[in-house]
């Protein structure tokens, strides 16, 4: 691992923990993390040459694999007719109809260049639609990392142990409530105890900032329910989950029509780009319409938008061979790492929806963060190790989800339960 520790080594003089985002530092897992030269399929090679197979894909965003080809091709034909103009294109409408034409929630919709963009643009909307200031958000749901959205936030902040971050002002988290995920009685409680006062309620349909942990029956319908009997926005941030759980994400999954949603990761194909849309009045809202300010140099980003549409495009043209042969291959790997945990004699918890999963260290069910809390991450950081020793990559974090893509073969499936055999006799 030569030159994947020279490169580090000059990383850490030049970035904040050698990173450019925290948890790519493996700090929760130990061990050095290698640096990326290229990447095909469902695989990584490093600095040194050494092949991994892929099961974070790029923290969701890699649903097709690596260089996907009609990918490629769409961004180096884009880069021929400049990387940027500043103006409108009609690649903008192209992906945006692609995105109405699979989610009916989606009215109109705005472009920005991240995630994080995307959920505090939502935010603010949401605010000045309303005219009210709380937000309830939910413990180990992570939005981006915007002021008000960093209390409780799973993800790398989980990762951390820290309750939220610093240089975040009380006067800003004291307008943000962080319920526990799954419970209806928790936001029933909130709404009675601030009448009027909460703008929206943002939700992970299905969480994956702390592991993934499914909505419980009932869950996303009540949350429905209970925000529009009292007036508040419902915000599905569907970063993750969208075109992952289902190419309409959750909210097509579980049937249900939040106002106002967020995207991300898969929707830029790999490139940054994010969107926020919802019901047209609220919309509406946005200048140069309204009054709410939202703006982007770089957004509706001509890559972004050739990669998205070649990645949206592909997946709505494939959609149902896309989708069953993540589910048989995302069942079949959970399942062999089950299996190698149980001969082993290591308590797993195995949460899944479609191509989204989490290996808990746990002999409990997971159901919130309370629950993801409790795995054994001493174990799982062990279990990181010596996977990525056999060529495995997972996601650096016991609160991070794991991703499969089409890319990823049968072989790839049997690989993964070996390396899971021989981590877990070590882990232990
Ligand atoms: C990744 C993620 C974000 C943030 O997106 P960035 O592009 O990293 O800013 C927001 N919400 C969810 C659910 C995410 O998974």
Not at 93 to 98: M, V
Not at 397 to 403: D, G, V
Request: one cysteine or more; proline letters at 5%.
């Amino acid at each position: 691992m030569e030159k994947s520790a020279a490169l580090r080594a000059r990383a850490e003089r030049l970035f904040p923990g050698g990173v450019n985002s925290p948890v790519r530092a493996f700090g929760a897992v130990g061990g050095e993390p290698p640096f990326v030269e290229r990447a095909a399929g469902a695989y990584l090679w490093d600095a040194d040459g050494n092949r991994y197979i892929d099961l974070f894909g790029s923290w969701g965003p890699m649903i097709l694999g690596h260089a996907f080809p009609r990918v490629v091709e769409a961004i180096r034909e884009a880069a021929g007719r400049s990387a940027s103009y500043g103006a409108s294109t009609a690649a903008e409408g192209d992906l945006a109809e692609l995105v109405t034409a699979t989610w009916p929630s989606m009215e109109k919709l705005r472009f920005v260049s991240s995630g994080t963009e995307a959920t505090m643009s939502a935010i603010r909307l949401a605010r000045a639609f309303t005219g009210r200031k709380y937000v309830v958000k939910f413990e180990g749901c992570y939005h981006g990392h915007a002021d008000g959205l960093l209390v409780k936030a799973g993800s790398g902040v989980a990762t951390f142990g820290i309750p939220g971050s610093a240089g975040v002002p009380e006067e800003t988290a004291h307008f943000t409530l962080a319920l526990p995920y799954n419970d209806e009685a928790a936001v029933e409680a909130a709404f009675a105890a601030h009448q009027g006062e909460i703008a929206c309620v943002i939700v992970e349909p299905v969480v994956g900032n702390a592991g993934c942990i499914p909505p419980g029956r009932g869950y996303l319908q009540a949350l429905r329910r209970i925000t529009k009997r009292q007036g508040a926005v419902l915000i599905f941030d569907e970063v993750m989950t969208g075109f992952r759980v289902a190419l309409g994400g959750a909210q097509e999954l579980y049937g249900i029509c939040p106002d106002l949603t967020t995207m991300g990761k898969i929707l830029g194909g790999g490139l940054p780009c994010g969107a926020f849309g919802g019901r047209a009045e609220i919309m509406d809202q946005l200048a140069p319409l309204g009054p709410v300010y939202q703006a982007g140099t770089l957004s509706g980003n001509p890559l972004a938008m050739a990669a998205g549409i070649a990645t949206v495009g592909y997946l709505r043209e494939h959609e149902a061979e896309v989708y069953s042969r993540l589910e048989y291959l995302s069942a079949r790997i959970t399942e062999g790492v089950a299996e190698a945990a149980a001969a082993a004699g290591v308590p797993l918890t195995v949460n899944r929806v479609g191509a989204m999963f989490t290996w808990f260290f746990s002999a409990e069910p997971v159901r919130d963060f309370a629950g993801a809390a409790r795995a054994d991450t001493r174990c799982f950081a062990a279990f990181h190790r010596a996977m990525l020793d056999a060529g495995v990559w997972l996601p650096p974090s016991q609160f991070e989800a794991a991703f499969m893509s089409t890319a990823h073969t049968d072989e790839d499936v049997r690989a993964t339960a070996e390396a899971a055999r021989g981590a877990l006799a070590a882990a232990v």
